[in-house]
Nanobody
Framework: QVQLVESGGGSVQAGGSLRLSCAAYGDSFSNHFSNHCMGWFRQAPGKEREGVATIYTRSGSTYYADSVKGRFSISRENDKNTLYLQMNSLKSEDTAMYYC???????????????????????WGQGTQVTVST
């Protein structure tokens, strides 16, 4: 059974920073962590879920939503089966539940921003809350 476990959320003032982590468990996934597309989504109350950032764990190629470019950075440590999202210069509009996700299948190619759509079956974490106050 595959589990994605997020951590690192919390409350911060506008302009502050947080780093989210997503640890992957489960032999079927962890043994091949470096061959998946992974990413972060967020959902604010009353709004649809949106893709924030994605990474192809094999190459390290990254993609970002326009709303977070220049402020957020996605990365991974393949030997630790862990995904990160460094969030700087946080704004009140970044307040949301943040979810980690990963493709269920090995990926021989980069999903790019297509990962945010419904084309790929995904594993999901339980979410971690980020609240930015002004």
């Amino acid at each position: 059974q595959v589990q994605l476990v997020e951590s690192g959320g919390g409350s911060v003032q506008a302009g502050g920073s947080l780093r989210l982590s997503c640890a992957a468990y489960g032999d079927s996934f962890s043994n091949h962590f470096s061959n998946h597309c992974m990413g972060w989504f967020r959902q604010a109350p009353g709004k649809e879920r949106e893709g924030v950032a994605t990474i192809y764990t094999r190459s390290g190629s990254t993609y970002y939503a326009d709303s977070v470019k220049g402020r957020f950075s996605i990365s991974r440590e393949n030997d630790k089966n862990t995904l990160y999202l460094q969030m700087n210069s946080l704004k009140s509009e970044d307040t949301a539940m943040y979810y980690c996700a990963a493709t269920k299948r090995w990926m021989a190619y980069d999903c790019s921003s297509g990962f945010w759509g419904s084309n790929f079956d995904k594993y999901w974490g339980q979410g971690t809350q980020v609240t930015v106050s002004t």
